[in-house]
């Protein structure tokens, strides 16, 4: 097993530079973020990502076992044992639960065809992070995110995704890329009251990419502009609008819905 450290004090020099993590602009920079709780750290593992450092309570040593154990046996990982106190440093919940991980994401986006999932300047954290969760669930390739849009690496973020960020690539400011997809030929599909077809009798089943807009603004008109698939989720109650991320789970799993007829033909 990897050699353990002992820190006991949040004054630690090391304990300074992982709490700066907590920071975006410092996540950003180092290209390393935090991620706590004993099943969000074993996900971390079991998705294969590059987990740095594991520091956790010395309390929950048994915990740690059952969890980790069997991933903590390569060379290479930090890990630090200290206390509560310490622990609280570093994480961003009210009761943290006796672990905090440092992981990099260096995976390589390895294909974006199918289903892209592009968010257009989300600004809610718990949004981000079930899009994220339901792209994962509904098969997309990759999400990206749009300038503007809340850090997918945020605790908030983090704990709505459940895992799911470590299983799909995620590209941070991505308007670049959009432009590149979009310039390949990958239609952009949006959500729009002008719709003539509602998602249940459009086809969804080719290569697209779905914008999910602003919570208050929506898709910004110059993606509008550009859209060649357009949208309307049938709403009976005449609700004004629905929540984005629901919004976007509908269409992913009526797109997971039409691929499965596909194949059944």
Same mark, same amino acid.
């Given at each position: ?10 004054? +630690? ?6 709490? *700066? ?19 969000? &750290? =074993?996900?971390?593992? *079991? ?15 048994? =915990? ?23 622990? #609280? ?6 009761? %943290? =639960?006796?672990?905090?991980? &440092? ?48 850090? %997918? ?25 959009? @432009? #590149? ?20 009798? $459009? ?18 008109? @110059?993606?509008?502009? *550009? ?6 989720? %049938?709403?009976?109650?005449? $609700?004004?609008?629905? +929540? ?22």
């Amino acid at each position: 097993m990897t050699r353990v450290i002992a820190i006991e004090s949040k004054s +630690n020099p090391r304990i300074r530079e992982i709490r *700066k993590l907590l920071d975006r602009k410092e996540r950003r920079l180092k290209g390393l973020f935090l991620t706590e709780g004993f099943r969000m &750290v =074993q996900e971390a593992f *079991k998705a294969g990502m590059d987990v740095k450092t594991v520091i956790y309570d010395s309390g929950s040593e048994d =915990q740690l076992q059952r969890y980790l154990g069997s991933f903590l046996a390569s060379d290479g990982i930090e890990l630090i044992s200290t206390n509560p106190d310490v622990i #609280r440093q570093l994480s961003s919940t009210e009761t %943290p =639960q006796g672990i905090v991980a &440092v992981v990099s994401d260096s995976r390589k986006v390895t294909g974006s065809r199918g289903l892209v999932v592009y968010l257009d300047r989300l600004q809610d954290p718990g949004n981000v992070g079930t899009i994220i969760r339901s792209s994962h669930a509904g098969g997309a390739s990759r999400v990206i995110l749009g300038k503007g849009s809340a850090d %997918p690496y945020s605790e908030k973020a983090m704990r709505s995704s459940m895992g799911s960020i470590f299983h799909i690539p995620v590209t941070i400011d991505g308007d670049d890329e959009l @432009e #590149r997809l979009a310039a390949e030929g990958i239609p952009l599909a949006v959500t729009s009251l002008e719709a003539s077809k509602s998602i249940y009798s $459009a086809d969804l089943t080719g290569d697209m990419i779905l914008v999910i807009g602003n919570e208050g603004n929506g898709v910004r008109q @110059e993606l509008m502009d *550009k859209a060649t698939i357009l949208l309307r989720i %049938p709403m009976p109650g005449n $609700a004004e609008s629905l +929540n984005a991320s629901i919004a976007a789970s509908i269409i992913i799993f009526e797109r997971v819905r039409q691929l499965e007829e596909q194949r059944k033909s």
